[in-house]
C-alpha cells in the first residue's frame, strides 16, 4: 500500500490534533467547503437544504495569511438566498459578557439595508453562538431561538431579529426536534476528540463524513496546523491571565479582610482605651 493510500481519513486513529473545537479549523472548514456550510445552517434554521440555492460568504478572508484586526475574530457571516443574514460564531472560552457581545453582533447585521432601500427591504438577521458553556446556568438548553417578545402578552415582536444558541455541553437535553435536524450529531461532531469518534458520525449521514474528510485533510496541511496552533496559544495565554487575575484579585481580597479585622480590632481597642480614660 502506498503512502497515498494510508493517509485517508478512513485509516486516521487515536486523538484529533485540531478540531472543529479550534475556531481557526472551525472558519477554514466552513470557508473551504460550502455544502459543509449550507448543511450546517439549515440544521440550525431548521430547513430543508434542497430548498437552498444560495450561500455567499460575505466576509472571505485569506487562509493561512497572519492575523490582523479584521481576521482576529473569526466569525462566518453568511447571506442564504439573498434572503437572510446570518453570523456564525464558535466561542470556547467562557466570557462574562458574552451575551451582550452576541445581541451586538445580531444588531451589527440586521442593519442590512443597502442606500436607497427603504425598510420593507430589511433581512431577517441571524446570530448563531455555538458555544462551550452554558450561558445562562439557571436555565441550562441545547439549543435555544430567542426573538423579542412582549412581556405582558407574550407575542413575538418582530421575527426578523433572532438569537440562536447551540451549547455543546448540553447535548443530553436535545429535543426530539433537534434529533430531527441532527443538531445533536452536529454538536457531537464539533466535541468529537479522536478519529475513531469522527468514523462513528461519519456512518450516520454522508454530510458527516464530508466534514470529517475536511478537518482531516486540514489537519495535514502544515499552513492551517501552524495557524491552528497559534489559536490555541492565544487561548492559552488568555486563560492564563485570566487565571493570574483572579489570584491576584483574591490576595488583595485576603489582604483587604486581614486590614478590616485589624481596623475593627484597632477601634475595639480605643474605644476600651476611652473607656478606661473616662
Not at 18 to 41: G, H, P, S
Not at 51 to 64: C, M, Q, R
Request: aromatic content about 12%; proline content about 2%; hydrophobic content about 40%.
Amino acid at each position: 500500500m502506498n503512502n497515498n493510500q494510508q493517509n485517508t481519513f478512513q485509516n486516521a486513529t487515536g486523538k484529533i490534533d485540531y478540531t472543529l473545537m479550534n475556531d481557526y479549523m472551525f472558519r477554514a472548514v466552513m470557508q473551504k467547503n460550502k455544502n459543509v456550510l449550507k448543511e450546517l445552517i439549515c440544521a440550525l434554521l431548521h430547513l430543508n437544504p434542497r430548498h437552498v440555492k444560495s450561500v455567499a460568504l460575505l466576509n472571505p478572508i485569506e487562509l493561512g495569511d497572519s492575523f490582523n484586526a479584521k481576521t482576529f475574530v473569526l466569525d462566518i457571516k453568511v447571506m442564504l438566498d439573498n434572503a437572510a443574514v446570518i453570523n456564525l460564531e464558535m466561542q470556547v472560552l467562557q466570557q462574562s459578557f458574552w451575551n451582550d457581545r452576541a445581541l451586538s453582533y445580531l444588531c451589527d447585521i440586521f442593519t442590512n439595508l443597502e442606500k436607497g432601500d427603504d425598510y420593507s427591504h430589511i433581512k431577517p438577521a441571524y446570530h448563531i453562538g455555538i458555544v462551550d458553556f452554558t450561558p445562562f446556568p439557571d436555565y441550562p438548553e441545547f439549543y435555544t431561538m430567542n426573538k423579542m417578545m412582549n412581556v405582558k402578552k407574550h407575542y413575538i415582536y418582530n421575527d426578523n431579529f433572532t438569537l440562536n444558541v447551540l451549547d455543546l455541553n448540553q447535548i443530553e437535553l436535545a429535543t426530539e426536534e433537534d434529533k430531527a435536524y441532527k443538531i445533536d450529531y452536529w454538536a457531537k461532531l464539533f466535541k468529537a476528540k479522536t478519529w475513531e469518534d469522527l468514523k462513528m458520525l461519519a456512518q450516520k449521514d454522508d454530510i458527516f463524513e464530508e466534514t470529517s474528510e475536511e478537518i482531516y485533510n486540514l489537519n495535514q496541511d502544515d499552513v492551517a496546523r501552524y495557524w491552528c496552533q497559534m489559536r490555541e496559544e492565544g487561548e492559552r495565554i488568555l486563560r492564563t491571565y485570566k487565571s493570574l487575575m483572579k489570584e491576584k484579585d483574591a490576595i488583595i481580597a485576603e489582604k483587604d479582610s486581614s486590614l478590616a479585622e485589624k481596623d475593627s480590632m484597632i477601634a475595639m481597642l480605643q474605644a476600651k482605651l476611652a473607656e478606661y480614660e473616662k
